[in-house]
């Protein structure tokens, strides 16, 4: 119901701009319709010129879309794109490099795109939890567990990441 309301809510719109297409497919995203969000975080960047601050906002979350629907070729176009525009984006640089760890490729570079994510945020156990994952990947299971328990410690009941570390253990 409350899907069919906000779209019949759209439609009246008689111009939307940028602004109307992006909160429209952050919604969507969100939850969990992602090839509406793609078609509309597209839109969003139509409407948008080349240098607009947003664009890699848009484009993180474009990423993320495609990635959720199985697209992982314009997954990574997006994600690599938003971070040749801004390179410090810490959860885009986390996000790219853990789903490049856990298809089992670009280790040594996700490693590293890992670290610089972690000097950037570091208390984020999301982002400490790929860290330790990548050591994982790499069997370096010393840095691994030191990195997990700290993950743990910062997020105690995420599901994820107590597995991640109890394989490590």
Same mark, same amino acid.
């Given at each position: 119901?409350?899907?069919?309301?906000?779209?019949?809510?759209?439609?009246?719109?008689?111009?939307?701009?940028?602004? &109307? +297409?992006?909160? =429209?497919?952050?919604?969507?995203?969100?939850?969990?319709? +992602? %090839?509406?969000?793609?078609?509309? +975080?597209?839109? /969003?960047?139509?409407?948008?010129?080349?240098?607009?601050?947003?664009?890699?906002?848009?484009? &993180?979350?474009?990423?993320?879309?495609?990635?959720?629907?199985?697209?992982? %070729?314009? *997954?990574?176009?997006?994600?690599?794109?938003?971070?040749?525009? $801004?390179?410090?984006?810490? &959860?885009?640089?986390?996000?790219? *490099?853990?789903?490049?760890?856990?298809?089992?490729?670009?280790?040594?570079?996700?490693? %590293?795109? $890992?670290?610089?994510?972690?000097?950037?945020?570091?208390?984020?156990?999301?982002?400490?939890?790929?860290?330790?994952? /990548?050591?994982?990947?790499?069997?370096?299971?010393?840095? /691994?567990?030191?990195?997990?328990?700290? /993950?743990? %410690?910062?997020?105690?009941?995420?599901?994820?990441?107590?597995? &991640?570390?109890?394989?490590? =253990?």
């Amino acid at each position: 119901y409350s899907v069919n309301n906000l779209e019949n809510e759209f439609k009246v719109l008689l111009n939307p701009n940028f602004e &109307h +297409y992006f909160e =429209l497919a952050n919604f969507y995203k969100d939850n969990e319709y +992602y %090839e509406k969000s793609v078609k509309y +975080y597209s839109l /969003a960047l139509e409407k948008l010129k080349k240098n607009h601050p947003l664009i890699p906002k848009i484009l &993180h979350r474009r990423g993320t879309s495609y990635e959720r629907l199985g697209d992982w %070729e314009k *997954a990574e176009k997006d994600l690599l794109q938003s971070l040749k525009i $801004i390179p410090d984006q810490p &959860h885009v640089l986390n996000y790219l *490099a853990y789903s490049w760890i856990d298809k089992g490729i670009n280790l040594d570079k996700g490693l %590293e795109m $890992i670290k610089k994510a972690t000097v950037l945020k570091k208390d984020d156990g999301y982002i400490i939890d790929s860290l330790g994952w /990548a050591y994982y990947a790499k069997k370096n299971y010393i840095e /691994a567990e030191k990195y997990l328990q700290r /993950a743990v %410690e910062l997020l105690p009941l995420d599901p994820i990441i107590n597995d &991640h570390y109890a394989d490590t =253990l």
